[in-house]
Nanobody, 124 residues
Framework: QVQLVESGGGLVQAGGSLRLSCAAS????????MGWFRQAPGKEREFVAA????????AYADSVKGRFTISRNNAKNTLYLQMNNLKPEDTAVYYC?????????????????WGQGTQVTVSS
């Protein structure tokens, strides 16, 4: 069973940056594609970014392309999301997720394990 723990969230002004981390344990991190999703108040959870098992292939939601970068360190069993030029509409709880396959997906049902989430708040 894979456990995922996110960290790095917080309050930041618009235009600022944050780096989220997701520490994985209890399973084989290096053979799993990973993703980041977010859920804003009153909205459904949505896809943000994904990365394959070796970090060679990534995908992003249109709303974050050019501002967010997903990466991973398989030696440290850690997933990252670097968020630059943050906007108030990026305010949400951010979740990392792992799937039992090496290729990434963009839908929630494609992921088997989820973290508890970390709050990101961007003030205007």
């Amino acid at each position: 069973q894979v456990q995922l723990v996110e960290s790095g969230g917080g309050l930041v002004q618009a235009g600022g940056s944050l780096r989220l981390s997701c520490a994985a344990s209890g399973g084989t991190f290096k053979n799993r594609a990973m993703g980041w999703f977010r859920q804003a108040p009153g909205k459904e959870r949505e896809f943000v970014a994904a990365i394959d098992d070796i970090g060679s292939n990534t995908a992003y939601a249109d709303s974050v392309k050019g501002r967010f970068t997903i990466s991973r360190n398989n030696a440290k069993n850690t997933l990252y999301l670097q968020m630059n030029n943050l906007k108030p509409e990026d305010t949400a709880v951010y979740y990392c997720a792992a799937r039992d396959f090496t290729n990434w997906g963009t839908f929630e049902h494609q992921y088997n394990y989820w973290g508890q989430g970390t709050q990101v708040t961007v003030s205007s």
